[in-house]
């Protein structure tokens, strides 16, 4: 892949990121902003779409780390349906690097992060 096009997917996956819909228009998963879910993996976008990367930053753990202590009980089962769905919709997304982000970045989870996770359990 060429820098001009790594420069232009991280661009439009930055844009997406931080993208916030007003607040009628935002997209819902239970009681869960989906889009609120995304700013979380922002400092993570280097590291699920670089298959050149080894490791998460310390600033995409420390994110992730956030959005975990937040997300309990139905909280949590929302922020998984919001995963799955904002997961499908990035054809660059690394599977093997958003799979092993929580063992990375040392936080326990209830079920695997992956397309087919079951939420019901997370």
Same mark, same amino acid.
């Given at each position: 892949?060429?820098?001009?096009?790594?420069?232009?997917?991280?661009?439009?996956?930055?844009?997406?990121?931080?993208?916030?819909?007003?607040?009628?228009?935002?997209?819902?998963?239970?009681?869960?902003?989906?889009?609120?879910?995304?700013? +979380?993996?922002?400092?993570?976008?280097? +590291?699920?779409?670089?298959?050149?990367?080894?490791?998460?930053?310390?600033?995409?753990?420390?994110?992730?780390?956030?959005?975990?202590?937040?997300?309990?009980?139905?909280?949590?089962?929302?922020?998984?349906?919001?995963?799955?769905?904002?997961?499908?919709?990035?054809?660059?997304?690394?599977?093997?690097?958003?799979?092993?982000?929580?063992?990375?970045?040392?936080?326990?989870?209830?079920?695997?992060?992956?397309?087919?996770?079951?939420?019901?359990?997370?």
């Amino acid at each position: 892949m060429s820098a001009l096009t790594k420069a232009s997917l991280a661009a439009v996956v930055a844009v997406v990121f931080l993208t916030t819909l007003k607040p009628g228009a935002a997209v819902m998963s239970g009681n869960v902003d989906c889009i609120k879910v995304q700013q +979380y993996f922002t400092p993570c976008a280097g +590291y699920l779409f670089n298959r050149f990367s080894s490791n998460p930053s310390p600033g995409c753990c420390a994110s992730l780390r956030s959005l975990n202590a937040q997300s309990k009980g139905p909280v949590r089962q929302g922020v998984c349906e919001c995963l799955k769905r904002n997961a499908a919709s990035f054809p660059g997304l690394i599977q093997e690097h958003a799979t092993s982000l929580s063992t990375k970045c040392g936080i326990p989870l209830n079920t695997a992060v992956s397309l087919n996770a079951d939420c019901r359990r997370a």
